[in-house]
């Protein structure tokens, strides 16, 4: 029975250990910054593996929220990266921003 038990939860769970995933790399075209997000505009960018938005494969925006633990740092990043012209890639996992329809951005390669 315990080992059912087990087998079931880990089922249930194993659905959010798949969640997120890379994005492509490519350049910052826009932020857009607002109270409650930032939101990262890029043409170039391709991945949303949590299908944020019913889009799966090319949104358009991918977004940073100010309650995330590494705001700052993120924030500071995309700037950074916009700035130089630098070419970017995300780890994303869930959604955000505006209407919680974009990736949300949880760790950023800058290249």
């Known amino acids: ?7 079931a939860c880990a089922l249930l769970l194993s659905g959010q ?14 932020l857009y910054v607002n109270n409650y ?3 990262v505009h890029s043409s170039s ?22 309650t995330h633990p590494n705001y700052e740092a993120l924030h500071s990043t995309l700037l950074a990266a916009k700035f130089a012209g630098k070419r ?6 869930g959604c955000s921003g ?11 390669w800058v290249y």
């Open 1 to 7: 029975m315990k080992k059912l038990i087990m087998s």
């Open 17 to 30: 250990v798949l969640a997120g995933g890379n994005t492509t790399q490519g350049e910052i075209d826009t």
């Open 37 to 39: 997000w930032t939101q």
């Open 45 to 66: 960018i391709t991945g949303n593996p949590d299908s944020c938005g019913g889009n799966t494969s090319t949104p358009s925006y991918y977004a940073i929220v100010p």
């Open 88 to 93: 970017v890639k995300f780890y994303v996992s």
């Open 98 to 108: 505006q209407n919680n329809q974009y990736p949300r951005i949880t760790s950023i």
